[in-house]
């Protein structure tokens, strides 16, 4: 697989390195973007790359505004049929933006990654490849009462995992979620703290959602979690038009954190439940609380 990156900025910077850990030998160039361009261009042809080469992936890390309209452009001239565009603050890439790279890209594959670490596995051979080493981060944790050793399957594209993962080692198996928070931030994440309205949340919380998921998946359980009470759950009712979905970051972002199961009763993976209380606010019965207890989930292997 050959891939071309479009770079901007320091958040640019710091993928661009991670990436190159993972995939050397198959980036055939990078270019990059000044990160001092007004966010709204009328004509961005000029600012396309000469002399291009065959590339099978486009990736545009840290391209704020229509700047972003080249990826398509510049697939067009590699020949890349498949598009990662990191979506790190929400003036990046606004929806109507969204809208018109699709526009533009034809029969091309476009996958906006919001934050870039919920990319995932979907069904394209070059975003597949890129996501069999980067992108929503897996890990196993091996140990008893200590965390004996920890193996990143999966890194987040920045290599916030890798970090983390060091960090884990040799401290107790049930502070390590809430330590494994303490370093995400350490680390930094270079995701936005201005909020989203598309998702109701920052992209650094949800980046520490999905953060916090891979902890404890590879752990095996969670040490808190929303919680529906059954009793007077009542998706049934009136007022409720399942809210509690509608507001969930993890859901936004392609997460089955909050379901409504075949008893039409809200059910919330505590897994992937970011604890970040929206649900609570929106549920009219008063349903759902942050619960502190050991939940066990299945652990990856």
Same mark, same amino acid.
């Given at each position: ?5 479009? *770079? ?6 710091? %993928?661009?390195?991670?990436? #190159? ?9 990078? !270019? ?22 065959? &590339? ?18 510049? @697939? *067009?001239? *590699? ?8 979506? !790190?603050?929400?003036? &990046? ?8 790279? =699709?526009?533009?890209?034809?029969? =091309?594959?476009?996958?906006?990654? /919001? ?17 069999? /080493? ?7 944790? $091996? ?7 920890? *193996? ?23 502070? @390590?979620?809430?330590?494994?928070? %303490? ?21 650094? !919380?949800? @980046? ?17 979690? @929303? ?14 038009? !399942? ?14 954190? %909050? ?8 059910? %919330?993976?505590? #897994?992937?439940?970011?604890?970040? $209380? ?14 502190? /207890?050991?939940?066990?989930?299945? =652990?990856?292997?």
């Amino acid at each position: 697989m050959n891939i071309y990156i479009l *770079t901007s900025g320091e958040y640019g910077s710091r %993928i661009v390195n991670n990436i #190159a850990k993972s995939f050397s030998s198959s980036i055939v160039g990078i !270019h990059e973007v000044p990160p001092d361009l007004p966010e709204f261009i009328d004509d961005v042809t000029s600012y396309v790359p000469d002399n291009l080469p065959q &590339a099978d992936l486009i990736v545009a890390v840290g391209l704020i505004g229509d700047i972003n309209l080249i990826a398509p452009l510049v @697939a *067009t001239e *590699t020949g890349a049929k498949s598009i990662i565009i990191s979506v !790190h603050k929400p003036s &990046a890439v606004p929806p109507g933006l969204m809208s018109e790279i =699709k526009d533009n890209s034809g029969d =091309k594959v476009v996958v906006f990654a /919001k934050p870039f670490c919920s990319l995932k596995p979907m069904g394209d051979p070059f975003i597949d490849e890129f996501t069999g /080493k980067l992108g929503k981060p897996v890990m196993t944790i $091996e140990g008893d009462e200590f965390i004996k050793k920890v *193996t990143v399957i999966r890194d987040a594209p920045c290599g916030c995992t890798t970090f983390i993962a060091e960090e884990l080692e040799g401290v107790p198996v049930e502070e @390590a979620e809430y330590i494994g928070d %303490i370093k995400f931030h350490n680390y930094p994440c270079q995701a936005s703290m201005t909020l989203d309205r598309g998702l109701g949340d920052t992209i650094l !919380h949800v @980046a520490g959602y999905i953060s916090k998921e891979a902890v404890r998946r590879g752990l095996g359980f969670s040490m808190k979690s @929303a919680v529906v009470d059954m009793e007077t759950c009542n998706t049934e009712g009136e007022e409720c038009d !399942h809210l509690c979905v509608q507001s969930c970051p993890q859901v936004k972002v392609g997460v089955d954190t %909050i379901l409504i199961g075949e008893d039409n009763r809200a059910h %919330i993976d505590p #897994a992937s439940c970011g604890c970040c $209380e929206q649900c609570l606010g929106e549920c009219p019965y008063g349903s759902i609380e942050i619960v502190k /207890k050991r939940f066990d989930i299945k =652990k990856e292997e």
